[in-house]
Structure formats: structure tokens, C-alpha cells
């Protein structure tokens, strides 16, 4: 019982939406994805993924470039050291959750 408290209480509330989560470790295996990307490979639309990459900012987990590729914006995100070392820690914690309900 005490694994599966111990795993809870190290879960970030920040990565417990599933798509900020995906969001997190798709970024943690690139250096860096676009909006359009992410999109695709979340099946997300526009409105809910700005949300929740813009949650994901907010926490100086995700770094945010913007530039323009023939004469369009293209918004980039890369998963900061803070982003990357949260992401491990809740990764590892839902590890403990999964173990401990063995």
C-alpha cells in the first residue's frame, strides 16, 4: 500500500491530462515537433491542443519558436530540462502504481 501512496503522491497533475502527457513524450523522443505534427499524431483539433500545449508552457515544460516557412507560421515545441526531468519523475511514478497493483 505504501508504493501505490508514494506513486500517487509523485503523479504531476500537469502531465494526468492524456493529451499533455502524449504531448510530453512524444516530445521527449525529438528535438523538436511542430504544431501540425502534434496534431496529427494526437488526432487533436486546433482549439484543444493550443489548450494543452498552452497549459504545458505555463509550466516551463515545453519551449515555444515561432517562425515562417514560405510566408506561413509554423509554431514549434521543444520539452524543456524541467519538462524532461517532470516527465521522467510522473513516468516513474505511474511505474509504481502499475507494480504496486500487481
Do not use: C
Amino acid at each position: 500500500m505504501h508504493a501505490v501512496a508514494n506513486g500517487i503522491g509523485r503523479l504531476n497533475p500537469v502531465f494526468e491530462h492524456r493529451m499533455r502527457l502524449a504531448a510530453g513524450v512524444l516530445l521527449s523522443r525529438s528535438d523538436a515537433l511542430s504544431f501540425s505534427r502534434l496534431k496529427e499524431l494526437l488526432g487533436a483539433t486546433d482549439g484543444n491542443l493550443g489548450a494543452q500545449m498552452h497549459k504545458l508552457e505555463e509550466a516551463n515544460f515545453v519551449a515555444v519558436r515561432k517562425e515562417f516557412r514560405q510566408r506561413k507560421p509554423v509554431t514549434w515545441y521543444t520539452l524543456t530540462p524541467e519538462g524532461r526531468g517532470a516527465l521522467r519523475e510522473h513516468l516513474s511514478a505511474l511505474e509504481t502504481l502499475i507494480h504496486g497493483s500487481e
